[in-house]
């Protein structure tokens, strides 16, 4: 794989105003660093115990974010550093967010997951579990957190109407969303949605930024 030809040839596609996050789950430093002299800087990882490493052998200017589920023992590692975390589906992950963040004097953005799969193992609010988090006053006593959009994975399928159909809800209601009187922690500006699988769907359903690996590095070494 090419991959300084994958990122130049998937960036110059991209609409305007839709961001490419390479996911580097289990490529190791020296393709990170070939994705990197390509001239690009915003990279995704699934694990906190892989993007430690990474963020500390590669340079300085990278925009990491943290895209895999994350666990509430993990956050204190990555809040000084990341730039957006992708994977918040509880309130309870979002509030040690906002404490760890609150150590470090820094307030960190975050998206909101939702569960718009037919798979169980998927995570991510429910639409109703979201509109009752919106309405929790807690929300608002999050001084160190910032939440700047919404996340979703499509079901792994191959009916692409279902995936389309899967994103295409999950625009709509950050549509919605974004119509409402929102908690003042809330200021929806991203939309997360398109894997190398189905990113050409999540962009001609209003995804503003995908997270591609595959399709840039090739299949990954099974780990």
Known sequence: ????????????NLPDGCTLVVVTKTQPVQKIEEAYAAGHR???????????????????????????H??????????????????????????????????????????LQLHIAKEETKFGFSEKEL???????????????????LMGMASFTHNTEQVRNEFRGLKN??????SMALPKVMELTT????????YRIAIEEGSTMIRVGTAIFGAREQV
Not at 3 to 11: E, G, K, Y
Not at 85 to 100: A, G, R
Not at 173 to 178: A, G, I, M, Q, S
């Open 70 to 111: 994350l666990q509430s023992n993990k956050v204190k590692y990555i809040v000084p550093f990341v730039h957006l975390i992708h994977s918040v589906d509880s309130l309870k992950l979002l509030e040690e967010i906002n404490k760890q963040s609150a150590k470090v004097n820094r307030v960190t953005s975050c998206l």
């Open 1 to 12: 794989m090419n991959i300084r030809n994958n990122i130049t040839n998937l960036r110059q």
């Open 191 to 198: 939309l997360s949605m398109g894997m190398s699988g189905d």
């Open 42 to 68: 915003i990279f995704g990882e699934n694990k906190v115990q892989e993007l430690l490493p990474k963020s500390e052998a590669l340079p300085r200017d990278i925009q990491w974010h943290l895209i895999g």
């Open 173 to 178: 209601l950050f549509d919605r969303l974004k």
């Open 131 to 149: 509109m009752d988090l919106l309405s929790n006053p807690i929300l608002n006593t999050l001084a160190n957190v910032r939440v700047v959009g």
